[in-house]
């Protein structure tokens, strides 16, 4: 698939230069032809046999439309109309095969649909397959799959980050316009940075979590991985809003399908956090990109202050003792009784609880699952978990008010560029520092966009680097304007996907 913007592809929709058939027949081609290829990228794990009807039945809206003169009322109502999109194997599709990324969960068929898949659905957009992850979206590599890791299409030698690492693999090599992720510490920026595109984290509640698979559930939001920010803008204004499923859901007030690019920048002032910058695994490189981004928001007016959060050295810590005492109690569920497929040796209920867990989860998710359930333990939950709590709230009440005297949060996405399959999957603590710069946004419940930014030396890959754009809560559309504004200037860094190298 040549790249192109949705808004490109809906006006080629209209004008007849392509169709909805066209489109979903390139990515099937094009993941078929990966799929025999020496390093496939696995970016996608199936792609559904039902595309080509749906993508008819918008080929026949629009010629329709077309001959009775109401094409452009056809798009209002139905925005992304024959738009085809990927989705993390987290979120249900109804239907079809959900796993996780997990032997526990093979062969287990999603009974309904996750609200934002429905809302998709209804503006015409089309989900053609499900995209490898992180098992239960633990990791930040997707090296910790079943099916094997994605690798990352502007150098297969390299891992697509995680969790989410099918999605953004799926949208960096052109095989779908756009992608749904799953967020709990990072996993829709990081595989953003590391694949040179647009990965945006909504405020907590805005997307709602009816039909996804929970990790952490007070920290678990849907993203979105795009080509640019109007290509977020148009899926997230379809998507966003209260859900009568989703308690916690909530509407995005000002959310527009489109986005005009910032002007303002005289206006805006930018904390930058020493932490941060004067972290010691900062890489070099992913230094130098940082600093040539702050130095494109000065040279357009805005303010850059570089500020003093001694609490967000504390992020990764709080992070991972609430996301795992989360997971070990939401992972529960997957007992053979319940769900996940059932180990019977005909020995009683707990070899069978035992035997089903034991063979369905894989290393890493038992570890989280051990860890999470010590934390919780009665001995030792004073010390740990309600520390973590309240680190947390701690976390919430200092960004809140960073936020009265700022409009953005400006770091990199990751103190890392993507690094290369199997460098850090024997070393978990390696891996979990890959979220030293995200984890603090998903504990403050707030937004914010991984910008594709710069590149890394050619020394060093010349992989991508991705810089956060962070704002208070429900600041999404000024974000994406903010960041439009970079595109429009930067056109994603000119980042090519490479030849199978
Ligand atoms: N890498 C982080 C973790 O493993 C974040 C994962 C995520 O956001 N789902 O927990």
Not at 24 to 44: C, G, M, Q, R, W
Not at 198 to 221: E, I
Not at 286 to 312: C, H, M, N, Q, Y
Not at 411 to 418: K, L, N, W
Request: aromatic share 10%.
């Amino acid at each position: 698939m040549k790249y192109k913007t949705i808004r490109e592809t809906v006006e080629a929709l209209k004008s007849g230069e392509t169709s909805s058939v066209a489109l979903v027949k390139e990515s099937k081609e094009t993941f078929e032809a990966d799929k025999n290829s020496a390093l496939p990228l696995n970016a996608f794990l199936e792609i559904y046999d039902d595309i080509l009807k749906s993508a008819e039945a918008a080929d026949q809206k629009i010629s329709e439309a077309r001959s009775s003169g109401s094409l452009e009322k056809l798009f209002d109502e139905q925005p992304l109309l024959g738009i085809p999109f990927a989705v993390k194997d987290n979120i249900s599709v109804r239907g079809k095969k959900l796993t996780c990324s997990s032997k526990i969960l093979e062969g287990y068929v999603a009974p309904y649909s996750a609200t934002v898949i429905n809302r998709l659905e209804k503006a015409g957009a089309i989900p053609i397959g499900r995209c490898n992850q992180d098992e239960f979206a633990m990791g930040s590599s997707t090296e910790y799959s079943v099916y094997g890791p994605t690798r990352n299409p502007i150098d297969r030698a390299y891992v697509s980050g995680g969790s989410s690492g099918g999605p953004a693999a799926a949208v960096a090599a052109n095989q779908a316009l756009f992608a749904l992720g799953t967020e709990t510490g990072g996993s829709v920026r990081l595989p953003a940075s590391y694949c040179g595109i647009y990965g945006l984290k909504t405020t907590y509640g805005v997307l709602s979590r009816w039909g996804v698979v929970a990790y952490g559930s007070s920290l678990d939001q849907v993203g979105i991985l795009g080509h640019t920010p109007q290509d977020i803008a148009l899926p997230l204004s379809v998507m966003s809003g209260v859900d009568f499923y989703d308690d916690t859901s909530a509407d995005l007030p000002d959310a527009k399908p489109s986005v005009n690019a910032f002007s303002d920048f005289f206006k805006l002032k930018i904390a930058v956090p020493k932490q941060f910058l004067e972290s010691k695994g900062m890489n070099a490189d992913v230094a130098k990109v940082f600093e040539e981004t702050r130095g494109w928001f000065e040279s357009k007016g805005a303010k850059i202050e570089v500020v003093d959060l001694p609490i967000l050295d504390a992020a990764i810590a709080s992070y991972y003792v609430i996301a795992l005492s989360e997971a070990a109690s939401n992972l529960s569920r997957f007992d053979g009784i319940r769900y996940g497929n059932r180990i019977d040796n005909g020995k009683g209920y707990d070899e069978l609880y035992v035997d089903t867990r034991s063979n369905g989860f894989g290393p890493e998710v038992k570890r989280r699952i051990i860890i999470g359930n010590y934390v919780l333990s009665e001995q030792f939950s004073g010390d740990t978990y309600k520390k973590g709590m309240s680190v947390r709230a701690r976390i919430q009440r200092e960004i809140a008010k960073l936020f009265e005297q700022f409009d953005l949060i400006l770091c990199p996405t990751c103190p890392t560029p993507a690094f290369k399959l199997g460098q850090k999957v024997d070393d978990p603590l390696a891996m979990y520092l890959s979220d030293l710069f995200t984890t603090f946004v998903n504990l403050a419940r707030i937004p914010s966009l991984s910008v594709p930014a710069g590149r890394t030396s050619l020394e060093n890959g010349n992989m991508p680097v991705g810089i956060q754009f962070a704002g208070p809560m429900f600041s999404e559309m000024k974000i994406l304007e903010i960041a439009q504004a970079w595109e429009n200037e930067h056109k994603g860094c000119g980042i090519p996907v490479a030849e199978e190298k």
